[in-house]
């Protein structure tokens, strides 16, 4: 099969925190949490949800239990906070989707911002490496020659009636690889009623965006690589810088794809 395909593990690690959660509907459960000496709220969002970038979930729950209880103070801005100061933290069992799509495309479009400028210390060293030893992937064909198993999340059916067939993509086509997506919705926790939000998070899509088929597609791994200044797929890092050097170098054509796609970000 021969497809120009767009591998985009380095997007997972670019934008997997991109999203924070759905707008949430506050319940009883949470605890209270009086601000210290060297905090702000994506710090303390980092520390009760992973997640830096959910800290508009702590201002809203505050701000919601002042109706319950004057010790509270609104947060008006949320870039001030005062030591001493309470917040409440609601437990995640008591994050429950409501589909507020302003929100959430607000939260995208945050963390998209946050996302244009990755420090050094942000560069992820467990991307996953498309070599042939890799276990972890799905291979065919013989040593050599052989294809890589990927997937692609979309709402485009033109895929539909080439089952089985082989195709020349005329675009780019974002992928991951098919043990990440799988091994992600096998771990997740059913209780929760907002998979596909949380997928689209995790692939750094915009939330509600109306995907409806995943496609899985055999591809040359000559035929993929990572959008980002390193493009190389055979490593588990991809650099900040695009490389030059006797080993690898990046040619003018991909310098100017990547430089055009980066600054029609949001």
Same mark, same amino acid.
């Given at each position: 099969?021969?497809?120009?395909?767009?591998? %985009?593990?380095?997007?997972?690690?670019?934008?997997?925190?991109?999203?924070?959660?759905?707008?949430?509907?506050?319940?009883?459960?949470?605890?209270?949490?009086?601000?210290?000496?060297?905090?702000?709220?994506?710090?303390?969002?980092?520390?009760?949800?992973?997640?830096?970038?959910?800290?508009? &979930?702590?201002?809203?729950?505050?701000?919601?239990?002042?109706?319950?209880?004057?010790?509270?103070?609104?947060?008006?801005?949320?870039?001030?906070?005062?030591?001493?100061?309470?917040?409440? &933290?609601?437990?995640?069992?008591?994050?429950?989707?409501?589909?507020?799509?302003?929100?959430?495309?607000?939260?995208?479009?945050?963390?998209?911002?946050?996302?244009?400028?990755?420090?050094?210390?942000?560069?992820?060293?467990?991307?996953?490496?498309?070599?042939?030893?890799?276990?972890?992937?799905?291979?065919?064909?013989?040593?050599?020659?052989?294809?890589?198993?990927?997937?692609?999340?979309?709402?485009?059916?033109?895929?539909?009636?080439?089952?089985?067939? %082989?195709?020349?993509? %005329?675009?780019?086509?974002?992928?991951?690889?098919?043990?990440?997506?799988?091994?992600?919705?096998?771990?997740?926790?059913?209780?929760?009623?907002?998979?596909?939000?949380?997928?689209?998070?995790?692939?750094?899509?915009?939330?509600?965006?109306?995907?409806?088929?995943?496609?899985?597609?055999?591809?040359?791994?000559?035929?993929?690589?990572?959008?980002?200044?390193?493009?190389? &797929?055979?490593?588990?890092?991809?650099?900040?810088?695009?490389? &030059?050097?006797?080993?690898?170098?990046?040619?003018?054509?991909?310098?100017?794809?990547?430089?055009?796609?980066?600054?029609?970000?949001?």
């Amino acid at each position: 099969m021969k497809l120009k395909l767009v591998f %985009t593990t380095t997007f997972l690690f670019v934008l997997m925190a991109a999203t924070i959660s759905a707008a949430p509907l506050w319940q009883e459960d949470g605890q209270e949490y009086t601000v210290q000496a060297g905090d702000w709220l994506s710090k303390i969002a980092d520390k009760y949800y992973g997640e830096p970038l959910a800290y508009p &979930i702590i201002v809203e729950a505050t701000n919601a239990k002042i109706a319950e209880d004057s010790s509270f103070i609104v947060i008006a801005n949320p870039d001030t906070l005062e030591v001493g100061q309470k917040l409440w &933290i609601p437990g995640t069992a008591s994050l429950i989707v409501s589909g507020d799509d302003a929100f959430l495309q607000q939260a995208y479009l945050n963390a998209v911002q946050d996302a244009a400028i990755v420090e050094p210390d942000e560069i992820s060293i467990n991307l996953i490496p498309i070599v042939e030893s890799n276990s972890q992937l799905v291979w065919r064909g013989e040593a050599g020659n052989r294809q890589v198993l990927v997937l692609t999340w979309t709402s485009w059916d033109g895929y539909d009636d080439k089952v089985n067939q %082989t195709m020349t993509a %005329t675009r780019q086509t974002w992928v991951t690889t098919v043990p990440e997506l799988k091994d992600f919705c096998t771990a997740y926790n059913t209780s929760q009623n907002n998979l596909v939000l949380r997928l689209e998070q995790l692939l750094g899509l915009p939330p509600n965006n109306g995907k409806t088929r995943f496609v899985e597609i055999w591809v040359s791994p000559a035929d993929l690589f990572r959008p980002s200044p390193d493009p190389e &797929i055979t490593d588990r890092e991809a650099e900040l810088i695009f490389p &030059i050097s006797k080993y690898f170098t990046v040619s003018a054509d991909y310098a100017t794809w990547f430089n055009d796609v980066y600054c029609q970000r949001p």
